[in-house]
């Protein structure tokens, strides 16, 4: 089930359409995220979802490396309008009720459900589960 279905939550046509296509934990998360950014900081307008699900091409131009969007585990949450101290709230509060569901770091073998960078199309929040939970899912 997908609450937002307006597409002013998304920053393009294709994050919008492609929204269906993320594993039902992941759009759950998606609506989650929306929600709390509207009721906790009553930000709407600017605050988007950038990327849902994509194509191994279009990974391939954004140099990505993880798969996750291409499976269906991940999306992105553009910070436009949101100040730091709102953008760590979010980080905060999400890892406390849902880190463990996080994709494994290569690095640190330890669930990493949200990244927080700059792949080069501006600053934002990666959110991301792992094969296993997708899996395991029922
Ligand atoms: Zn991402």
Same mark, same amino acid.
């Given at each position: 089930?997908?609450?937002?279905?307006?597409?002013?939550?998304? *920053?393009? @046509?294709?994050?919008?359409?492609?929204?269906?296509?993320?594993? @039902? +934990?992941? /759009?759950?998360?998606?609506?989650?995220?929306?929600?709390?950014?509207? +009721?906790?900081?009553?930000?709407?307008?600017? *605050?988007?979802?950038?990327?849902?699900?994509?194509?191994?091409?279009? &990974?391939?131009?954004?140099?990505?490396?993880?798969?996750?969007? /291409?499976?269906?585990?991940?999306? &992105?949450?553009?910070?436009?309008? +949101?100040?730091?101290?709102?953008?760590?709230?979010?980080?905060?509060?999400?890892?406390?009720? *849902?880190?463990? +569901?996080? *994709?494994?770091? @290569? /690095?640190?073998?330890?669930?990493?459900?949200?990244? &927080?960078?700059?792949?080069?199309?501006?600053?934002?929040?990666?959110? /991301?589960?792992?094969?296993?939970?997708?899996? &395991?899912?029922?």
């Amino acid at each position: 089930m997908v609450l937002f279905h307006h597409g002013e939550y998304y *920053a393009n @046509p294709v994050a919008f359409e492609n929204r269906t296509k993320l594993h @039902p +934990l992941v /759009q759950n998360l998606l609506d989650s995220v929306l929600i709390f950014i509207k +009721l906790r900081f009553n930000k709407t307008i600017n *605050a988007r979802i950038t990327s849902t699900v994509s194509t191994q091409l279009q &990974d391939a131009l954004l140099h990505r490396t993880s798969t996750t969007h /291409q499976e269906g585990r991940a999306f &992105d949450l553009g910070l436009n309008g +949101l100040s730091e101290k709102e953008i760590q709230e979010i980080k905060t509060a999400f890892t406390e009720v *849902a880190g463990h +569901l996080g *994709a494994i770091n @290569p /690095q640190t073998r330890l669930p990493t459900l949200i990244v &927080d960078h700059d792949t080069g199309l501006g600053r934002h929040l990666h959110f /991301q589960i792992s094969k296993q939970v997708a899996r &395991d899912w029922k």
